[in-house]
């Protein structure tokens, strides 16, 4: 019961309140909270521009399974926390969540989706990430047993149906990145299109582009990068077969890899025996904020992103916003970010040698990679994590009837 979980300092009121329910879970040991980090993050900005409570609702879990959480003190947060069953579906959430003005779901677990016939007289928006074709580009992606993955394309296709009359029903869509909003948006009555990001406005690349942008005019080799798990769902066996060709083309270059994976050992391996070990350089995982956006920033000139499917990856948003242009595979999600202004290159999916050929380029053309650079930073700007959260709030507060 909610009652049992609620921090005794929130006193129930009149204002309005909004239920969060991430895809996260989330632990409570007394008065201490194990969140994941970018949800809490999130929800602090929610409960700072919505007019009312915040509450978020997430399933029982153990901390050892929330990748990148820590504790909070449940008494300091901004906001109510109530814990759901471990496999809590859309009848859990609405027996939580009958006091809401309005409910924000994730449409991308299947666990949710009754939730708009269960609360009629709450609206419900529901965030929506990957399109069935996404999904099913996974599933291709992934290696393993056929009779499982023809299984799990199976589970996708049936249960498409039901998940496209939920997002219609819902009272708002939130779509992250182009390929959701294309598809589930024009069936909704109030869609919203957002780029998830975790750059901040104070780790923006900002003014500071100008400067990074004459500086790739000097000729130096060009600094690449990559940063992401280290699996084929990635596209991280796409790197190092770029990186061979460019340096069979001549082109100066050093590649950084950030990330670790399955499939690190082998590449590791597979540099040293091409040749590489001295210009490709392993990095394993590194801190997003200390580590990974300081030297984008000021390091790196472009990003190589092969990703054979359309995950509306945050990885987009916050490079751009380091002013640094991407140089990747032509997937949805990437076209997208592309039709937002000139901030990168891309080659259709699969082909790792017409990537590095628009590297190669790139670097003959100084002033076109400056230009290219001026555009990442451009297109970042209006979408970084506190605005993207303002514009994300706004819509529910329009749909709750509150602005």
Same mark, same amino acid.
């Given at each position: 019961?909610?009652?049992?979980?609620?921090?005794?300092?929130?006193?129930?009121?009149? &204002?309005?309140? #909004?239920?969060?329910?991430?895809?996260?879970?989330?632990?409570?040991?007394?008065?201490? +909270?194990?969140?994941?980090?970018?949800?809490?993050? %999130?929800?602090?900005?929610?409960?700072?521009?919505?007019?009312?409570?915040?509450r978020?609702?997430?399933?029982?879990?153990?901390? *050892?399974?929330? %990748?990148?959480?820590?504790?909070?003190?449940?008494?300091?947060?901004?906001?109510?926390?109530? #814990?759901?069953?471990?496999?809590?579906?859309?009848?859990?959430?609405a027996?939580?969540?009958? /006091?809401?003005?309005l409910?924000?779901?994730? $449409?991308?677990?299947?666990?949710?989706?009754?939730? +708009?016939?269960?609360?009629?007289?709450?609206?419900v928006?529901?965030?929506i990430?990957?399109?069935?074709?996404?999904?099913?580009?996974?599933?291709?992606t992934?290696?393993?047993?056929?009779?499982?993955?023809?299984?799990?394309?199976?589970?996708?296709?049936?249960?498409?149906?039901?998940?496209?009359?939920?997002?219609?029903?819902?009272?708002?869509?939130? $779509?992250?990145?182009?390929?959701?909003?294309?598809v589930?948006?024009?069936?909704?009555?109030?869609?919203?299109?957002?780029?998830?990001?975790?750059?901040?406005?104070?780790?923006?690349? %900002?003014?500071?582009?100008?400067?990074?942008?004459?500086?790739?005019?000097?000729?130096?080799?060009?600094?690449?990068?990559?940063?992401?798990?280290?699996?084929r769902?990635?596209?991280? @066996?796409?790197?190092?077969?770029?990186?061979?060709?460019?340096?069979?083309?001549?082109?100066?270059?050093? #590649?950084?890899?950030?990330?670790?994976?399955?499939?690190r050992?082998?590449?590791?391996?597979?540099?040293?025996?091409?040749?590489?070990?001295?210009?490709?350089?392993? @990095?394993?995982?590194? /801190?997003?904020?200390?580590?990974?956006?300081?030297?984008?920033?000021?390091?790196?000139?472009?990003?190589?992103?092969? @990703?054979?499917?359309? /995950?509306p990856?945050? *990885?987009?948003?916050?490079?751009?916003?380091?002013?640094?242009?991407?140089?990747?595979?032509?997937?949805?999600?990437?076209?997208?970010?592309?039709?937002?202004?000139?901030?990168?290159l891309? &080659?259709?999916?699969?082909?790792?040698?017409?990537?590095?050929?628009?590297?190669?380029?790139?670097s003959a053309?100084?002033?076109?990679?400056?230009?290219?650079? #001026?555009?990442? $930073?451009?297109? $970042?700007?209006?979408?970084?994590?506190?605005?993207?959260? +303002?514009?994300? +709030?706004?819509?529910?507060?329009?749909?709750?009837?509150?602005?």
């Amino acid at each position: 019961m909610w009652a049992a979980t609620m921090s005794p300092i929130r006193q129930p009121d009149a &204002s309005p309140l #909004l239920v969060v329910v991430p895809n996260v879970g989330m632990a409570i040991d007394g008065e201490r +909270v194990f969140l994941d980090i970018k949800a809490a993050e %999130g929800l602090v900005l929610y409960a700072s521009n919505w007019p009312g409570r915040v509450r978020c609702l997430s399933r029982e879990a153990e901390p *050892t399974s929330i %990748g990148y959480g820590a504790w909070y003190d449940r008494a300091s947060l901004p906001f109510e926390v109530g #814990l759901l069953p471990r496999n809590g579906a859309a009848a859990d959430i609405a027996a939580a969540a009958g /006091d809401a003005s309005l409910i924000l779901v994730g $449409a991308d677990d299947y666990r949710v989706l009754k939730l +708009v016939d269960l609360v009629r007289d709450v609206p419900v928006v529901m965030i929506i990430e990957y399109t069935l074709r996404t999904r099913l580009d996974i599933v291709r992606t992934e290696q393993g047993e056929y009779l499982r993955r023809l299984k799990v394309t199976w589970w996708f296709i049936k249960t498409e149906r039901v998940r496209r009359r939920s997002l219609a029903r819902a009272a708002g869509l939130q $779509a992250n990145g182009r390929p959701a909003f294309d598809v589930y948006g024009p069936n909704n009555r109030q869609p919203l299109l957002y780029f998830d990001t975790r750059l901040r406005s104070s780790d923006f690349i %900002g003014t500071d582009a100008a400067a990074k942008a004459e500086g790739v005019k000097a000729g130096a080799p060009l600094r690449l990068a990559y940063s992401g798990r280290l699996e084929r769902l990635k596209g991280a @066996h796409y790197l190092l077969p770029i990186a061979s060709r460019l340096k069979q083309k001549g082109v100066p270059f050093t #590649l950084d890899i950030f990330g670790d994976g399955s499939m690190r050992s082998q590449m590791q391996a597979d540099a040293a025996v091409g040749g590489l070990s001295e210009i490709v350089t392993f @990095h394993g995982p590194v /801190d997003f904020d200390t580590a990974l956006v300081p030297t984008l920033k000021s390091s790196i000139d472009l990003f190589l992103c092969c @990703h054979p499917q359309a /995950d509306p990856s945050c *990885t987009y948003l916050e490079t751009l916003g380091c002013g640094v242009p991407i140089v990747g595979f032509a997937n949805e999600a990437f076209r997208g970010v592309l039709d937002l202004g000139p901030c990168g290159l891309s &080659s259709p999916i699969g082909d790792s040698d017409g990537v590095a050929d628009h590297v190669a380029r790139l670097s003959a053309d100084r002033a076109e990679l400056a230009r290219l650079t #001026l555009g990442a $930073a451009e297109v $970042a700007g209006p979408r970084l994590f506190e605005n993207t959260f +303002v514009q994300r +709030v706004g819509h529910l507060k329009a749909v709750a009837g509150l602005s």
